[in-house]
Each structure stands twice: as structure tokens, then as C-alpha cells.
């Protein structure tokens, strides 16, 4: 049975950081990509950034691009999502995903491409 954990979310002011974890078991953890997705209240979920298996390849949504960071310790079956200088805007439910596949890609926000979800865990950004 694959669980999924995120844990790190909080209250954060504006300009401040958040590290999100999320750890993973009952698979193989490197032989797929992880993601993270984010959920702000009344919005559609969206993906925010992705890394591959092996290589360590990252993709980053533009509204993160250069402010977040994601990592994975494969030793650890945990992947990682450093959160910088955040904004309100990034208040949101944020959620880690097994993707299907090793790799990433361009698509990587697509929902359908991730087989496991874990539970989420709630970032708020004052202003």
C-alpha cells in the first residue's frame, strides 16, 4: 500500500520561507518522478514543479519559477519543496504526487500523468 506524507506547511508572513516534505512508502521510490501540486480555496488544483527519478531533472511552474526549489533524497524516499520569498498568492492546500513515469517533462502539470496523492498540507502567506 503506497502512503504519501507531507508535513512543513504553516503560517508564514510575506517575504518569509517554508520547507515542505513529503515522505513516501510501499514503492519504489526512484524509479518515478514526484511533483507538487497547490490548491488555493475556490481555484483548480495546479502543478507547481516536478523532478525526474534518477537525473534530477526539475520543471518549475512560471508563478514559482526562481523562488521555489524542488529536491528529492532517494535514500530517504522524500522529496523536498524549498518556498521563498512567498506571497498571499501562494497560500494554498499544497500536495506531493507519485508521477506514472521516471522522467518529467513539459506536461508535468497534468494531473493525469501522477498515479498516488498524498493528503496535502496548508501553506498561509499573510500580507
Known amino acids: 500500500q503506497v502512503q504519501m506524507m507531507e508535513s512543513g506547511g504553516g503560517l508564514v508572513q510575506a517575504g518569509g520561507s517554508l520547507r515542505l516534505s513529503c515522505i513516501v512508502s510501499?514503492?519504489?521510490?526512484?524509479?518515478?518522478?514526484m511533483g507538487w501540486f497547490r490548491q488555493a480555496p475556490g481555484e483548480e488544483r495546479e502543478g507547481i514543479s516536478c523532478?525526474?527519478?534518477?537525473?534530477?531533472?526539475?520543471y518549475y511552474a512560471n508563478a514559482v519559477k526562481g523562488r521555489f526549489t524542488i529536491s528529492r533524497d532517494n535514500a530517504k524516499n522524500t522529496v523536498y519543496l524549498q518556498m521563498n520569498s512567498l506571497k498571499p498568492g501562494d497560500t494554498a492546500m499544497y500536495y506531493c504526487?507519485?508521477?506514472?513515469?521516471?522522467?518529467?517533462?513539459?506536461?508535468?502539470?497534468?494531473?493525469?500523468?501522477?498515479?498516488?496523492w498524498g493528503q496535502g498540507t496548508q501553506v498561509t502567506v499573510s500580507s
Open positions: 504526487a507519485t508521477s506514472r513515469y521516471r522522467y518529467c517533462s513539459d506536461n508535468f502539470r497534468v494531473e493525469t500523468k501522477y498515479q498516488y
Open positions: 510501499g514503492l519504489t521510490f526512484d524509479a518515478y518522478g
Open positions: 523532478i525526474s527519478s534518477i537525473d534530477g531533472t526539475t
